[in-house]
């Protein structure tokens, strides 16, 4: 499937165009597979603010208190979640209700291991794989028996929000002494708490990463590295592959692609990701509670990605940190009503700007530079 | 002997009777229109309050459970018009708008009405079968869900408005040509649908808690059984609801509650892998 898009990288002054072809060495090669037709930033402007967001983003925590940045470092930890909400429902256009499901069970995977077995050595790094390699799991089997069972679009979601709705309930009624897993009380609807942060080794005394500016930087760091190493895999045969089952799956399977097992792919992909959201929301606060599975919670990521853009990474990015900063702020300022607000945003977002209005913005805004500096 | 079977029968009409109520008006829109409404556990509570503000009003229960299902006709129709309309041509946008006008109305509910209301006790009593005690009111939902279903069948099949409901499902264009206002037929549908989702809130008003959230219990149940189901309502969700019931009422018995919940959940995940067009995709496909 190669499709108009590999022409994609001669669209455009890209970073590949600037170097002369022979000192195009190993380096450039892999900054290339950044760009490509199925992400819309690209070209010298485009990286020139990149590089400067990441730069503001780096002095941050120059200028404002240690809580501060603990609190953005809370906005970052559920980017992840909705980055791979994006490639489920933008780039294989099939949506899920449910990706509360994953982070939930991610999150209590990581507080039951890290309860039993301690921090020390490292284990809460093991206990972060181990607990989206949980999530991911389930991703494979649910999205077995969804995708393999031929279930279209509407089904998907309906089944994913059943399966939270589910998890939920059964997690919420869990209070009783009967219901631990070795020294981890499950606790019922007041969810768990008192799990030991991410804890880096380090010689001369371990690095215990609380909501502070360590964290911070290392969820900045997460965050890039997944940004950049989706928008490598949406431009390369995988993500193509995606798009062209989003648009037709009919003929994707004649082109001869088991969309199946694409669209598995791809759900297991996002699976993992609302898992790992799920275990460093758990790691930053240590604690989780049933709610975080609740139709409300499960209905937020919905949003942002829907605010954003879903068919854009970048976009999705963008709008989640938008929306998540002003959720945060209406539940300060106006408590009751941030969900109301954020149901009016959803329902204004579908009907005017079904794109995202973050999606458009850009494309608003790169058509106005098109003219003026001859780039996208 | 014979109670236990009277027992059995019960359990299985109960959970019968819950499974179809719930989910009539949820399968009505989404069979004819192909979306799913989110709003629709939003529009069983918005049956539920107004139900039970009618009945605290001084009206007899039978007319303030038909007012509580006008009224979420009435709300139904003018979001069809307002809303719903617009998105016809994308199925899961339309989806997720009916998803944001739920937290609206959950959350609006909570901020304007409080986290509780008052209900009404259920009435007509209770009888002993066996030294077991059954509530009177509950085998009255059974004969409402079985009468609900022969009505929405007279209805769809022996009426002309039936037929051009049949008609607007079928070909849309083709109706629209001989002269059917199909836009309309959408509304009226959503409206139904509606009216459908506050009747059930009306009828389980007198039987639980009411909260702004009490929607949300309805919404497993009533997808499980749409989703088994698929898009007919009498070939699908019908035996849906019936071979749920069995098992939910099995589980419930057996494990509680939750587990009944659970059991649905599985029972869903392994059906859409062996007939994912549903109960009435495999049905009338075997027929053609």
């Known amino acids: 499937m190669t499709g108009p898009g590999n022409s994609g990288l001669s669209v455009g002054p890209s970073l590949i165009d600037a170097t002369p072809k022979r000192q195009r060495n190993t380096l450039a090669l892999w900054l290339s597979r950044l760009e490509g037709p199925q992400t819309i930033g690209r070209g010298r402007g485009f990286w020139i603010t990149f590089v400067l967001a990441v ?27 909705a980055m791979g909400l994006g490639v489920i429902w933008g780039y294989a256009g099939s949506l899920s209700f449910g990706q509360t499901a994953f982070f939930g069970l991610a999150g209590y995977g990581y507080g039951v291991l890290t309860l039993n077995f301690g921090a020390a050595y490292g284990f809460t790094l093991l206990a972060l794989v181990l607990a989206v390699g949980l999530a991911a799991l389930l991703a494979v089997v649910l999205g077995y028996f969804m995708f393999y069972g031929r279930v279209q679009g509407v089904f998907i979601g309906i089944v994913t929000l059943s399966v939270t709705l589910v998890f939920q309930a059964f997690m919420a009624q869990t209070a009783g002494p009967e219901w631990a897993i070795g020294a981890a009380r499950l606790n019922g609807f007041n969810g768990m708490s008192g799990m030991p942060p991410l804890t880096i080794p380090w010689p001369g005394g371990d690095v215990l990463l609380y909501a502070d500016i360590a964290l911070y930087y290392v969820l900045l760091g997460l965050m890039l590295l997944v940004y950049l190493g989706l928008r490598m895999l949406l431009n390369a045969p995988f993500g193509n592959v995606l798009v062209a089952i989003r648009e037709n799956p009919e003929r994707a399977e004649m082109l001869g692609y088991d969309v199946r097992r694409y669209q598995l792919l791809g759900f297991v992909l996002g699976g993992a990701l609302a898992g790992l959201s799920g275990v460093l929301y758990t790691a930053w606060g240590q604690y ?57 945003i959803l329902v204004l977002t579908v009907l005017f700007a079904p794109e995202g209005i973050v999606l458009s913005l850009m494309r608003w805004i790169s058509a106005r530079l098109k003219p003026a500096g001859g780039r996208a | 002997m014979l109670s236990t079977l009277f027992s059995f029968f019960y359990q299985f009409g109960d959970a019968f009777a819950f499974l179809v109520i719930a989910s009539m008006g949820l399968a009505i829109i989404f069979g004819m229109m192909g979306v799913i409404n989110l709003a629709h556990g939003e529009f069983i509570m918005c049956g539920a309050y107004t139900t039970v503000s009618l009945a605290q009003l001084g009206l007899p229960l039978p007319l303030a459970i038909i007012g509580g299902a006008a009224v979420a006709g009435l709300i139904g129709m003018l979001l069809e018009v307002t809303i719903i309309r617009h998105l016809y041509h994308r199925p899961l946008d339309s989806i997720v708008a009916t998803w944001g006008l739920s937290m609206i109305a959950t959350q609006g509910v909570l901020i304007v009405l409080g986290s509780t209301m008052q209900g009404v006790g259920t009435p007509l009593g209770s009888f002993t079968v066996g030294g077991f005690s059954y509530s009177t009111y509950r085998m009255v939902l059974m004969g409402i869900a079985v009468l609900l279903l022969v009505g929405l069948y007279l209805l769809f099949y022996h009426t002309r408005a ?41 009828l389980y008003a007198p039987t639980m808690t009411l909260v702004p959230t009490m929607g949300a ?72």
């Open chain 1, 55 to 81: 730069l503001a983003a780096a002095i941050y925590p120059m200028f404002v208190d240690g809580w501060t940045v603990g609190n953005t470092a809370y906005f970052l930890v559920w980017t992840f979640m």
């Open chain 1, 288 to 344: 989780i509670t049933p709610s975080s599975m609740s139709i409300t919670a499960a209905a937020l990521p919905v949003i942002w990605v829907a605010f954003g853009g879903r068919k854009d990474v970048t976009a999705t990015l963008i709008g989640t940190l938008v929306m998540i900063f002003l959720y945060q702020w209406l539940t300060i300022y106006g408590s009751q009503y941030a969900i109301v607000v954020m149901g009016v």
């Open chain 2, 217 to 288: 219990t309805f919404m497993v149940e009533s997808f499980v059984t749409v989703v088994i189901g698929g898009g007919d309502i009498f070939l699908g969700a019908a035996p849906a609801a019936a071979i749920l019931a069995v098992i939910r009422s099995g589980m419930t018995a057996w494990q509680g509650q939750l587990f009944g919940q659970i059991g649905l959940l599985i029972t869903v995940i392994i059906v859409i892998r062996v007939l994912p067009g549903g109960l009435s995709g495999w049905i009338l496909g075997g027929r053609k």
């Open chain 2, 162 to 202: 039936g037929v051009i409901a049949r008609a607007t499902i079928q070909l849309p264009r083709m109706a629209r040509a001989t002269g059917v206002d199909t836009g309309r037929v959408y509304t009226l549908t959503f409206g139904l649908g509606a009216a459908l989702a506050g009747l059930a809130g009306g």
